[in-house]
């Protein structure tokens, strides 16, 4: 006998009825998430579409949310991954080291010149409408360079300055443990001893 925990998200998913409506208690067990989690996709793009009950004009945080077998299928699809470089594109988390931060990369600008992210994390389908659009055009930036651009959407802008802040947080301690590490050294070879050779 097979457990929920065993089956994968789409097998469990597609053994459903498809005229399921699913509480979001129920779509957090099926989507292998918890039910804040969600909540908070409901509060930002990019999270599975949802239902909400209540008469036209009707407000509070209480309203019921129902979620579809089908958006359920579409959304888990959507986001699937082919790797971890793939993963830390879509997060904005693809800059490792500081070379990666001068290495220039393709960026959608829209025709106020603005930054609307990264090229390569575009799905295929609007990338091919975009091609040849006047709307549209890729400029090929550094990271250092496409920080000092006004982007569309601030939220994209704060996870791609974060990313680049973590690169440069880590090469200041990696330089700062260089500059203490020759100061030991200095200090051991006027006693005669060698720090490098005992690390």
Known sequence: ?????????????????????L????????????VRSLERLRQTPGGPPYMQGGAMGASGANQKCLYRKGDLLAWVESNMLSSNVEAAIRKGQLFKTIHDLAEERPYWVDVTGQIRGDVESTEVEDFLK????????????????VSLRSWSDPDTKRSHTQSVERVLTDVLGAVRGAQEL??????????GDSVREKI
């Open 1 to 21: 006998m097979t457990t929920v925990s065993e089956l994968e998200t789409l097998d469990l998913l597609n053994r459903l009825p498809d005229t399921t409506l």
């Open 23 to 34: 509480k979001t208690s129920e779509a957090a067990v099926l989507l292998r998430t918890s």
């Open 130 to 145: 975009r091609l040849g659009s006047p709307m549209w055009d890729i400029e090929w930036l550094s990271a250092d360079e």
């Open 182 to 191: 020759d100061e030991f050294e200095r200090d051991a070879l006027k006693g």
